[in-house]
């Protein structure tokens, strides 16, 4: 929880009430490894912050191929937020690398929140440009870099994700097959 509250209070100021009141709204969640936070075709159900864990955003292409296309780890929130907030039928899935204790907060808790504390639409703007910004940085280098650079670029930015999600998931994430993965890594050691 005091993850939560210093992450929510780097891009606003709330006081104990209003910080109380958050967490009062607030469910704990886990997830298995393999278990789906929110579903392609469905609405979403809940925005989450991660307290343990990784999850993947990720989609099937035309081919039938299941894309990875970022990664959230602890102390991080989670959400398809523009299909949240507009209650529509999502078209990524957000699935658990490994297992993962969230806090989560219903449709019906956020916007309770939204309309009780004065600046909290602020905070969240602010908190949703970070994780779009963060996201870009990520993603624009693998545009241009070869397959080697990807991935010590992915080494640098997820430092610790590396070792505890499956490697079929950091090639789909760079857009290489696996076995190109394994050679790059061979090479590189």
Known sequence: MKEFINYVLQFGNLNKQQIDFILSKAETLELHKDDYFSEAGKIPRHVGFILEGIVR?????N???EITHSF???NNFVSDQQKFEAQVVASDYVQAVTPCKMLVF???SWDEIGNTIVGWDAIITQITKNCLLKAIERRSPLVSEDATTRYLSFIEQFPGLVNRVPLS???SYLGITQQSLSRIRRNIR
């Open 72 to 74: 959230v780890d602890e």
């Open 169 to 171: 998931h950091v090639a």
């Open 57 to 61: 955003f990720c989609y099937y292409n």
């Open 106 to 108: 219903s449709k019906k």
């Open 63 to 65: 081919k039938g191929e």
